[in-house]
């Protein structure tokens, strides 16, 4: 019962909206929309690092003419699908 007691009296500590997630992401780190939210930006990293990828094999002149470095792009294609990178996602959507 004691230990009730002082749960029941413990302070909560509040954090401003997006400051726990990464890259500013609405609602506390944890919750099931923020969790999404994270799981669907690394679901579209993924597949946007995998286009960029083909295209840099199948077709580096596009990668040029589309105004992006090619050193850039072979970084952007190496880092993991969790971390976000310098590349821009920005209208970017899944053709699957």
């Known amino acids: ?8 009296g413990a302070k909560v500590i509040s954090f401003p909206a997006g400051s726990m997630a990464r890259g ?9 929309a923020s969790l999404a939210d994270r799981a669907a930006g690394m679901l ?19 990668i040029r003419d589309i ?3 090619e ?3 072979r970084r952007e294609t ?3 699908f969790w971390r976000p990178g310098p590349l821009a996602l920005e209208g970017f959507r899944d053709r699957s």
Do not use: I
């Open 78 to 80: 190496q880092l993991p």
């Open 71 to 73: 050193a850039a792009v």
């Open 44 to 62: 579209r990293r993924r597949a946007f690092r995998r286009e960029l990828a083909r295209l840099l094999e199948a077709s580096p002149h596009l």
């Open 1 to 8: 019962m004691n230990d009730l007691r002082a749960f029941a």
């Open 24 to 32: 500013g992401a609405a609602g506390p780190c944890g919750t099931p």
């Open 67 to 69: 105004g992006l470095d």
